[in-house]
């Protein structure tokens, strides 16, 4: 029984117990799913440990649905930076270029540009909610990721709330471990390094709580000291 579950991707461990006569328990732990990143030519699923689940051609397991084997994982289409269109590249570019303008931040271009459309776009055919992220260097399924900043950012990300998590679209990171986090239909937040997580999220969430009784839409905060925050535009 072991041996059978083990080669399954989503599983982190299995517990085999014989209640004799006639009981065979099995208990079964799953890795928790906690960003796509895009890694030079394809996208991965990273748990919230910062293990490589698997690319994302095998997590196509759809509701009542079976895992995509490797015949279907061959026959993927690849999504890349360089893949991206370029309608779409000048979309995200325009939507990033605004956004940035009023958060007071330079505008992505040229490969940037690109990267950042393509993790705009996310994986084709997503089977998952999850936000994405860039990760730098060789990426290998079964593995813990290598890319410190990206795997700084994952702590970042399992204590944020749903409400907000669901929201989150992309992270970007740099190696030094800065964050900044792009949620669908804004705000940019500039989060900084991965500590005081738990201040930074409570100073996001009121902040975000005032943006909203004010009737106002927020486009940028900046929690990475959260006892000063800020944020655009100003409330009057």
């Not at 041996?3 to 299995?14: D, E, K, N, R």
């Not at 990143?37 to 919230?48: E, F, Q, T």
Request: a neutral charge; proline letters at 6%.
């Amino acid at each position: 029984m072991r041996a059978t579950l083990t080669p399954l991707c989503y599983i982190s461990g299995v517990d085999v117990d014989r209640d004799f006569p006639g009981t065979l328990r099995v208990g079964i732990e799953e890795h928790r799913p906690a960003a796509y990143a895009l890694a030079g030519s394809r996208w991965y699923v990273i748990a919230d440990d910062g293990h490589v689940i698997c690319d994302v051609t095998r997590a196509k397991i759809a509701r009542g649905g079976s895992e995509a084997g490797a015949d279907s994982a061959a026959a993927a289409p690849e999504q890349t930076a360089a893949a991206v269109s370029a309608a779409t590249v000048a979309e995200a570019t325009a939507t990033v270029g605004a956004a940035n303008v009023a958060a007071g931040l330079p505008a992505p271009s040229g490969k940037a540009a690109r990267l950042i459309a393509a993790l705009l776009a996310g994986p084709p055919d997503a089977a998952l909610r999850l936000p994405r992220l860039a990760a730098a260097g060789p990426v290998t399924v079964g593995t813990t990721l290598g890319d410190t900043g990206a795997r700084a950012a994952l702590p970042v990300l399992a204590d944020l709330p749903r409400t907000l998590r669901d929201r989150l679209a992309v992270v970007e990171t740099t190696s030094q471990g800065q964050l900044t986090l792009r949620f669908s239909g804004g705000p940019v937040v500039v989060w900084g390094g991965a500590e005081r997580s738990l201040a930074k999220t409570l100073a996001l969430t009121v902040v975000l709580d005032r943006y909203e009784r004010a009737s106002q839409d927020c486009v940028f905060v900046d929690v990475s000291i959260p006892d000063r925050v800020l944020a655009r535009p100003v409330l009057k």
